[in-house]
């Protein structure tokens, strides 16, 4: 048992922070691109094995397609940059 000294009552526990994978992968490709959320998101390293977790989920999943649509939508001027440069765009199209 631990001892709290004076206190009465025992202070609540600290909740624990629980990294998944995922978060972890989003973390680091944070880390990675700046901490842009945009540039994560517009990443073109598709060689990069972490690639397809970027956004916190497999490109597979709903919110990585809601988050490309939106992208599309909101960054069509750096995704005209990128095509221009030679960046297979159709890689973000989930
Ligand atoms: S997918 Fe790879 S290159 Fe792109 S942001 Fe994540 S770690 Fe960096």
Redesign the pocket.
Known sequence: MDNYGHLSIRPRRQRKYRLSKSRA?AQ??LG??GDSAK??TL?H?FD????EW?TGGHVSNAGYKRRMATALKNHSDELAELAAMGVEIAHFQP
Do not use: G, K
């Open positions: 992968i680091f490709c990675c691109a540039e994560v990443c390293s990069c094995p972490l690639w970027r």
